[in-house]
């Protein structure tokens, strides 16, 4: 058996539910899924892996791509479930291939390339460069993989090993357009308070300089902010929450001071947890 670079996180291990990830098998998500104890199992969206981790268990999603920045879905479900806490983040490298339909024989005979959205943006130029004009966006990249396994002069943007899994043919490696990088996280209802990195989301009162004001608890502090994101409320047009990670845990009496010195200059602010950050690279 492997080791689990995670393995303390082993209540993870004893869970009956699993560790919910993007499927189908073969994503991104799924192999970073892997590096947990636990059983992963696949669901079709992002929505869907946190609202199976809120019954129990934990779901692994991507928060941000160093290419295509954050990713919406699961901002807004971190915002969305307060019941909701960030246990661990893995760094990815994210190489990705052009794979094909046994039919092709050529990039030319390509008729059609699917992918996650990310990832298509992630490989854009190629796909300029290459006269691939012709995309379709599925769920994820080993959804890609397994539509084009069944669509004659079909190929997908995905994982060396997804193309393995559902017998593809590699044509091009490392098809990303700059060094592709994204953050993955691992979520569940058991809070989180110790490691190198913190996520906290809060709301302003809409005046000026309410931002500046929450912000300078941790520039007072010398506090180094890593991602600021601010995304719709929703429940009501043109006001906003506010998405943010910082270096350092709450067990550091610097980091808890400057939180809560944010917290009475916010409206409202949640602490979604301290964790410990790792990065993994491709096999
Ligand atoms: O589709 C997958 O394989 C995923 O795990 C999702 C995802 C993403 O949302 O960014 C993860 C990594 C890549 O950047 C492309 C897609």
Redesign the pocket.
Known sequence: MSVKPFKLLNWLGRDPHGIYF?GPEG???HEVASLFQGRPVPVRTITEAFSSALKGGAAVV?VE?SIEGP?NETLDNLFQHKEIYVNAEVEKE?ELVLAVNPTVSGISQVRKVYS?P??LK?AAGFLERHGLKEMEVVE???KAAQTASVTPGAAALCSKLAAELYGLKVLTEGVQDHVNM?RFFLVSTKPSYQGDKTTILFTVPHRPGSLFTALKAFAERDVNLTMIYSRPLKTSPWKYYFYLELEGGIQDPMISSSIEEARSLTSELWLKGSYPKRGVSNP
């Open positions: 993007l994503s991104y998500s991507p791509n990713v994210i996650h990310h990832a992630e994820s990249t080993s994204t």
